[in-house]
């Protein structure tokens, strides 16, 4: 008996050890950079209440998940005729962890009080600077358009950093550009998920030329839940899915 409690001793103290090396581990790691796309076209409004209320809730939880240390970095973009040079807003974290390697158990837990003050400070900080972005309007003529596959080539130059990169689109997704070899889901959009498929994977040829890595996408998309197929087509959703994945994305969610 007295064998079994020193035997169950040690395992629940390896197992703790372990448990707080995990943790270390996870506050350690590599910083995250945050791309997120807003739709500023005529076919998103943001002024609608429940479009407003689902983007603001997803904009906290995406800077409460992501900002977590120095070094995570934030960048806004707009989805227009010119999403790739319509970037809005820059950030990186400048909250910091001191060394509490050395420290006793009482310094280490001021430490810590600090940097999370700190950190929650620049979260609300960020967190109204984003908001500020969500609510601004783009009456110019740029607004004609939605080209989403102008958000590639910067997924990849954020891939170029080694971070971890993670992107949002806060879009209804209507690829909308007009020209040879592009498409214009306002009118013509895929009928079906098979036409989806088939048309994501011919695009994925001439737009493999960026080098995304393996970043999680999601698309929140601004439909209500009773919206009709019309309005939300789910095989514009399916042709992003099927896109993004042949480019080599890791997850790829819809909300």
């Given at each position: ?46 002024n ?6 689902k ?6 939880d ?38 509490v ?12 009080t ?50 971890t ?5 806060l ?10 070899a ?33 970043p ?16 939300n ?23």
């Amino acid at each position: 008996m007295k064998h079994t409690l020193i035997g169950c001793f040690f395992l629940t103290l390896l197992f703790a050890c372990s448990e707080r090396g995990d943790k270390t581990k996870t506050s350690n790691d590599g910083p995250v950079y945050t791309l997120i796309f807003l739709d500023k076209t005529r076919s998103v409004n943001v002024n609608k209440s429940f479009i407003a209320q689902k983007y603001q809730k997803v904009l906290t939880d995406i800077i409460e998940q992501n900002i977590r240390q120095k070094g995570d970095k934030l960048d806004v973009y707009f989805i227009h005729e010119n999403t790739s040079k319509a970037r809005a807003l820059s950030l990186t974290v400048r909250s910091e962890m001191e060394d509490v390697s050395a420290a006793s158990p009482t310094d280490r837990e001021a430490a810590e009080t600090e940097f999370n003050l700190m950190l929650t400070r620049e979260k609300a900080q960020i967190r109204q600077r984003v908001f500020q972005q969500l609510v601004a309007q783009n009456t110019g003529s740029s607004n004609q358009e939605t080209d989403i596959w102008a958000s590639l080539p910067v997924i990849a130059k954020a891939n170029e950093t080694g971070a971890t990169v993670k992107v949002y689109y806060l879009s209804d997704m209507i690829e909308s550009v007009k020209g040879p070899a592009r498409r214009d889901f306002q009118v013509k959009p895929p009928k079906d998920n098979a036409q989806a498929d088939e048309w994501a994977k011919a695009d994925a040829e001439q737009l493999k030329r960026y080098t995304i890595g393996s970043p999680d996408i999601s698309m929140i998309l601004p439909f209500e839940p009773n919206a009709s197929i019309k309005e939300n087509n789910p095989a514009v959703t399916q042709y992003w899915q099927t896109l993004f994945s042949a480019l080599g994305a890791g997850a790829v969610t819809e909300d």
